[in-house]
């Protein structure tokens, strides 16, 4: 058996192998999980939300093709908290100001809390480094704050690292 990680329309994952959308993702032709898919993924509200689908790959010796067993569907919000090591920001001396710090601890405020770390890559022209916060730093890898960050020092420049 294979694990697999999918993200998938919330919709699909009750669905059988007439299925389309399920056939693009690697021809996986079913995904069983709980008696329904709310039993599995409570805090998931709508039907075309995408979600990640944790579980098991394995033969599907009756039907053919292949099948995921669901350990876990999970929201992208909750995803990207259990799967997020750190949020990374690569600065250059030359480009940052103290300001820039200011700003950023401004920008992280509401969001501070139990979730991922916070790394500064800082490059100078003579030495570059990695800058963990503390873990008082710590934030929630939330949409609103990744794309803040991105258009405030460029989306290259902004990443999460996944574990």
Known sequence: MRHLLLLIPLAFVACDTT???LKRHRDVDEVVGGTTVNDMAPAIEAADQVV??????S????????????RKV??????????VEALRIQWQA???SSMDVQLLAQKMGPFRGDGCDVVISFATQ??????RLGPNWKILPDDELIHDLQKQ????????VYT
């Open 94 to 96: 030359e480009q940052v």
């Open 59 to 70: 033969n599907d010796e009756f039907r053919g093709g292949l099948k995921v067993i669901a």
């Open 153 to 160: 020092y460029g989306k290259q420049n902004v990443q999460l």
């Open 126 to 131: 003579q030495a570059e480094g990695d800058i």
């Open 74 to 83: 999970l929201d992208m919000a909750t995803a990207r908290v259990r799967y």
């Open 52 to 57: 990640v689908v944790e579980g098991e790959v």
């Open 19 to 21: 299925c389309p959308a």
